[in-house]
């Protein structure tokens, strides 16, 4: 059954060879590693990976592809899950030495990425094909354009490396952008276990929502011991590390 790409969900089927194979050697699959792939569209990645992990699940959200996988005879034995990834609880799959992977609609790659945060202790490691743009925000260095909101919220989390760029051509139909290969590593808990979430939350977007001011103005509205805090306020959100920010959010007056 021939599936075409559906705009409504942003599909963009991979049909390179060689670059499934280069995706393939990346991931670096342990045979008793268990794979979930997001999105694996008709099949040609699937089709790799059962060969080299333990157990493959894949989530799809288009019901004419479930048809198509299960049209695969080397798919036979794997768990395919009709069901949008973000409705998805990880923890339910019940599985060890999960790695996620998966070649995901851009328009919806954030909450994807923040889908990972909320199941932090259900997977060990993620690879996802990206836009290029976000790709260089979420790996940005402190002090350039692409420093962000984005850049500062996962990389309380995450340590996020770009493995190699791919280009428009392998993809069907083309996308009209350039897309990146991405590994995420999880941080150790201990990162972040201790800070108030909500109020890193706030500081954040509200320092990026008016990144061109100081702190010390667009973060007037907020009761902060200044007094207690090492950070500089004359500042702008681009100039400080992730450090700063939780040192600030762990000294709000409440």
Same mark, same amino acid.
């Given at each position: 059954?021939?599936?075409?790409?559906?705009?409504?969900?942003?599909?963009?089927?991979?049909?390179?060879?060689?670059?499934?194979?280069?995706?393939?050697?990346?991931?670096?699959?342990?045979?008793?590693?268990?794979?979930?792939?997001?999105?694996?569209?008709?099949?040609?990645?699937?089709?790799?990976?059962?060969?080299?992990?333990?157990?493959?699940?894949?989530?799809?959200?288009?019901?004419?592809?479930?048809?198509?996988?299960?049209?695969?005879?080397?798919?036979?034995?794997?768990?395919?899950?009709?069901?949008?990834?973000?409705?998805?609880?990880?923890?339910?799959?019940?599985?060890?030495?999960? @790695?996620? &992977?998966? +070649?995901?609609?851009?328009?919806? #790659?954030?909450?994807?990425?923040?889908?990972?945060? %909320?199941? !932090?202790?259900?997977?060990?490691?993620?690879?996802?094909?990206?836009?290029?743009?976000?790709?260089?925000?979420?790996?940005?260095?402190?002090?350039?354009?692409?420093?962000?909101?984005?850049?500062?919220?996962?990389?309380?989390?995450?340590?996020?490396?770009?493995?190699?760029?791919?280009?428009?051509?392998?993809?069907?139909?083309?996308?009209?952008?350039?897309?990146?290969?991405?590994?995420?590593?999880?941080?150790?808990?201990?990162?972040?276990?201790?800070?108030?979430?909500?109020?890193?939350?706030?500081?954040?977007?509200?320092?990026?929502?008016?990144?061109?001011?100081?702190?010390?103005?667009?973060?007037?509205?907020?009761? @902060?011991? &200044?007094? +207690?805090?090492?950070?500089?306020? #004359?500042?702008?959100?681009?100039?400080?590390?992730? %450090?700063? !920010?939780?040192?600030?959010?762990?000294?709000?007056?409440?």
């Amino acid at each position: 059954m021939m599936v075409f790409a559906k705009k409504k969900w942003g599909q963009n089927f991979l049909v390179d060879n060689n670059l499934l194979n280069k995706i393939v050697k990346t991931v670096n699959i342990a045979s008793d590693e268990n794979i979930l792939e997001i999105g694996p569209g008709q099949g040609a990645l699937s089709e790799k990976l059962v060969d080299i992990c333990n157990e493959l699940h894949m989530v799809e959200i288009d019901r004419d592809l479930i048809t198509t996988l299960n049209q695969h005879d080397k798919l036979s034995k794997t768990n395919i899950i009709n069901q949008d990834i973000l409705k998805v609880n990880l923890s339910s799959l019940g599985l060890n030495n999960l @790695i996620v &992977i998966g +070649n995901i609609p851009y328009n919806i #790659t954030s909450p994807i990425i923040f889908w990972l945060v %909320e199941h !932090f202790n259900s997977w060990d490691r993620a690879y996802l094909m990206v836009q290029k743009e976000l790709a260089e925000r979420l790996t940005a260095k402190i002090g350039t354009k692409d420093y962000s909101r984005i850049t500062v919220m996962t990389g309380l989390y995450f340590d996020i490396n770009i493995s190699f760029l791919i280009s428009p051509n392998v993809f069907l139909p083309k996308p009209k952008v350039q897309s990146a290969f991405i590994e995420i590593i999880k941080k150790e808990d201990s990162y972040y276990k201790d800070i108030n979430l909500k109020s890193f939350d706030q500081i954040v977007r509200m320092a990026f929502n008016q990144r061109r001011k100081m702190l010390r103005n667009s973060l007037s509205s907020l009761d @902060i011991d &200044i007094k +207690n805090c090492s950070v500089d306020f #004359t500042m702008r959100p681009e100039q400080l590390t992730i %450090e700063d !920010f939780i040192e600030i959010s762990n000294n709000i007056i409440s």
